[in-house]
């Protein structure tokens, strides 16, 4: 049974920062690219950034580079995926999703379709 677990989301003050945290499981995830998108309320869900399987690659939304970073944990059954927000906007605000990429060895680019979803996290960031 695949499942991938977000934790960690919550409300902050803008500026300020938050770890999202991500527990896939039922899947070698190890070998998969993982990433995180995001939706906001009346908007179409966005790429945010991706972690390709071995954590060489990573990608970033023009909007969140040099602000977040992704990283991943490939050491238990269950690996771990880690999006560290800081310098927090109001315009962060949405539910952020964990997906991992289509299968094994492919990446996980914003022009990409996922293959599995969590079921999200909300992140609010108040002005």
């Known amino acids: 049974q695949v499942q991938l677990v977000e934790s960690g989301g919550g409300l902050v003050q803008a500026g300020g920062s938050l770890r999202l945290s991500c527990a896939a499981s039922g899947r070698t995830f190890s070998t998969y690219a993982m990433g995180w998108f995001r939706q906001a309320p009346g908007k179409e869900r966005e790429f945010v950034a991706s972690?390709?399987?071995?954590?060489?690659?990573?990608?970033?939304a023009g909007s969140v580079k040099g602000r977040f970073t992704i990283s991943r944990d490939n050491a238990k059954n269950t690996i771990t995926i880690y999006l560290q927000m800081n310098s927090l906007k109001p315009e962060d605000t949405a539910v952020y999703y964990c997906?991992?990429?289509?299968?094994?060895?492919?990446?996980?680019?914003?022009?990409?379709?996922?293959?599995?979803w969590g079921q999200g996290t909300q992140v609010t960031v108040s002005s």
């Open positions: 997906a991992s990429a289509q299968g094994p060895l492919r990446l996980l680019l914003p022009s990409s379709d996922a293959r599995y």
């Open positions: 972690i390709s399987w071995g954590g060489a690659s990573t990608y970033y």
